[in-house]
Structure formats: structure tokens, C-alpha cells
């Protein structure tokens, strides 16, 4: 018998069975190995229910999902976004002093910088007022130094409008500046760069 004989869709090695080539041990051992190989493939292919077993999200789909439910409230009711207006993108750099949460409020500041939202002031949206502002800040930073990046101080930046989320993701960068100024508290010559993504609704 040899593997063109068998069904073998999970790849698993099948040798020669021959009795010329294969000792009785080996032959008993395959044997067992392609008997187990055949029981796991009928549970798993021919089970009615196998299309119906529950299905594990990827951690970075459950993060997302968790970011987008907002915060809750002092009732315990969980506040969202129901309903997005715009979006602001910026970048911050942090050239000396290698400082990420430095590099994480002008990224924030940049976002809104050069933006103007009198439609919540002046009760341009019926039924909602200044206070009903929402915003979800979404930053790309580095892996490395994401533990290094204070939440509590890049919320500040925000004036006004009640932060749901700060989610923080893989991204940014860490280049050189391509010099190291001792007098401006560098370590080295790195340049810490973070995107941020500031979603403004109600």
C-alpha cells in the first residue's frame, strides 16, 4: 500500500507499507497513525454541527469592538457614538528628549488645530447641545513605547467634548533625528513619531 492509496488531506506523512521495506512495528504504529488521522476527519468533516461550533475573534477585532462601545457613565449605562460627524487627522513628532507622550499631544494638537466646531455651540444640530459632544482618539505609536505613553495627559488636550476612548495601536515611528543634543535631554538621536485620528460626533 502506498500514499496514492490513502486519503490524505491533512498532509500527514504516509510511508511505503510494503513488508519488503517496513518492519511489523513500523507497519502497526502507521497503521494506528492513519486510523487516527481517518476518526478526526470524519468528526470534523462529516459532523452535522461542525458549521454550527462557536468561532474565537481575533484579539485585535475584540479590542476594536470593546474601543467602539465608549465609556460608561456614573449610572453604569455604557455611552457611545451614535452618530459621527467628522474626523481629524494629525501627526506629532518628539525630536529631542525621546518623550512619546510628548509626541502624542502634538500629534492630538495637530488634529484639531486647525479646526472650528461652532455647530455644537450654536445649536446648529436640533436636539443636541454643547455638552452631548463626543470624541474617540485613536493613535498609532510605536509597540515598543507604548507603555511609556500617559492616557490622562493626552486627553487633556482636548478642550472640550467628553472622550469616550483612547485606543492606542501598532503604528507611528521611531526614526533618527540625526543628531544627539545632550542639552535638550536626548539619550540618543531617536525621533519619536505618533498618527492620531480624532472621530467628533454625538
Do not use: W
Request: proline share 5%; glycine share 6%; aromatic share 6%.
Amino acid at each position: 500500500m502506498t500514499t496514492s492509496s490513502l486519503s490524505n488531506p491533512c498532509k500527514i506523512p504516509v510511508f511505503l507499507l510494503s513488508p519488503q521495506n517496513q518492519s511489523n512495528k513500523f507497519n502497526f504504529k502507521t497503521q494506528k497513525l492513519v486510523q487516527t488521522h481517518n476518526k478526526i476527519k470524519s468528526l470534523l468533516i462529516y459532523n452535522p454541527n461542525f458549521n454550527k461550533l462557536p468561532r474565537i475573534s481575533r484579539p485585535s477585532k475584540i479590542k476594536a469592538a470593546i474601543a467602539m462601545e465608549g465609556a460608561t457613565d456614573q449610572s453604569g449605562k455604557t455611552e457611545s457614538m451614535k452618530n459621527l460627524l467628522f474626523v481629524e487627522m494629525g501627526v506629532g513628532y518628539d525630536q529631542h528628549g525621546q518623550d512619546i507622550t510628548a509626541a502624542a499631544m502634538r500629534a492630538c494638537r495637530d488634529a484639531i488645530s486647525s479646526n472650528s466646531i461652532p455647530a455644537f455651540r450654536r445649536g446648529s444640530i436640533p436636539g443636541v447641545s454643547f455638552e452631548q459632544m463626543k470624541l474617540q482618539i485613536k493613535l498609532g505609536v510605536p509597540r515598543s513605547l507604548q507603555q511609556s505613553l500617559d492616557i490622562e495627559k493626552v486627553k487633556s488636550v482636548f478642550p472640550y467634548g467628553k472622550i469616550l476612548d483612547v485606543e492606542v495601536v501598532d503604528g507611528g515611528l521611531i526614526c533618527s533625528s540625526g543628531v544627539h543634543v545632550e542639552e535638550m535631554g536626548d539619550k540618543n538621536d531617536d525621533c519619536y513619531i505618533v498618527n492620531a485620528a480624532v472621530y467628533v460626533g454625538y
